[in-house]
């Protein structure tokens, strides 16, 4: 009789079952982790051009980064909680790596009224490997306009079984 260990197919398979089980089933943390801590994103400072690629890190100089220094993970949700400049439309892309890897790129709107109570959207970012570093940039209608966000991450090995 044949192991699984012996069945590369196999295994292959069974591993592409685990990650989508942790893609659907996980456990979900929040960065930033309290609610007097932000995480504030800056636009490029020239109207309509991306800034530099900056590392994601919140008000406490706490890495998104440093959350995930044992195993890959997964941003899953990025939230906009205010934006500095009303009326405006705002390019984001977040990448890891030295090589910048791209993880996500959106677009929000800043409303006559600032940001509507909030926006968020849904990421199906590649897993992040773990010690890699995060970053983001960011362009808007109006040079260097801040915005606030939050972030939603999982770790790749935090299946729920």
Request: some cysteine.
């Amino acid at each position: 009789m044949t192991g699984i260990g012996e069945m590369p197919l196999l295994r292959s398979a069974m591993a592409m079952i685990e990650d989508m089980h942790v893609e659907f089933e996980h456990e979900t943390h929040l960065f930033p982790e309290d609610t007097d801590e932000t995480v504030t994103f800056t636009a490029g400072g020239t109207n309509n051009i991306f800034g530099a690629w900056v590392e994601i890190v919140d008000n406490n100089a706490v890495k998104l980064s440093s959350k995930f220094a044992a195993e890959d993970m997964h941003i899953s949700d990025i939230t906009i909680t205010s934006a500095a400049a009303i009326n405006k439309r705002w390019l984001l892309e977040m990448s890891w790596g030295a090589a910048k890897t791209p993880v996500a790129r959106m677009a929000f709107g800043s409303g006559t009224a600032n940001v509507p109570p909030e926006q968020s959207q849904h990421i199906v970012s590649e897993k992040i490997p773990l010690g890699e570093l995060i970053y983001y940039r960011m362009k808007c209608a109006q040079a260097s306009a801040q915005a606030t966000v939050s972030l939603q991450y999982y770790h790749h090995s935090s299946a729920i079984t």
